[in-house]
């Protein structure tokens, strides 16, 4: 079991920056990739980053290329998304997410139904 608490959202103009952090409980945290994804009002959730479970590889959704960066502390477990040049497209509320599965084989998954827990939530509001 895992458990996953957001934090760092608020209030940002367009061009600034925003660190969301997600804290994590539970033993298999260092062994699950990690994930945000964002939900805007009225649109479907989609995939921002993604991180492995070793730290050793992430990919991030072209909308948010060269502006956001997904890191993780094993040790603190902890992940974290450095958000900068925010857009006011970037407005959403943020979620962390696990999969626990990720150590049983390479690459990542971009797909919100392979995560197996989630975090409640951060709203994030970029204005214009």
């Known amino acids: 079991q895992v458990q996953l608490v957001e934090s760092g959202g608020g209030l940002v103009q367009a061009g600034g920056s925003l660190r969301l952090s997600c804290a994590a409980s539970?033993?298999?945290?260092?062994?699950?990739?990690m994930a945000w994804f964002r939900q805007a009002p009225g649109k479907e959730r989609e995939f921002v980053a993604a991180?492995?479970?070793?730290?050793?590889?992430?990919y991030h959704a072209d909308s948010v290329k060269g502006r956001f960066t997904i890191s993780r502390n094993n040790a603190k477990n902890t992940v974290s998304l450095q958000m900068n040049s925010l857009k006011s497209e970037d407005t959403a509320v943020y979620y962390c997410?696990?999969?626990?599965?990720?150590?049983?084989?390479?690459?990542?998954?971009?797909?919100?139904?392979?995560?197996?827990?989630w975090g409640q939530g951060t709203q994030v509001t970029v204005s214009a």
């Open positions: 997410a696990a999969d626990r599965n990720g150590y049983r084989y390479d690459g990542l998954t971009v797909n919100d139904y392979d995560y197996d827990y």
């Open positions: 539970g033993r298999t945290f260092s062994m699950s990739n």
């Open positions: 991180i492995r479970w070793s730290g050793d590889s992430t």
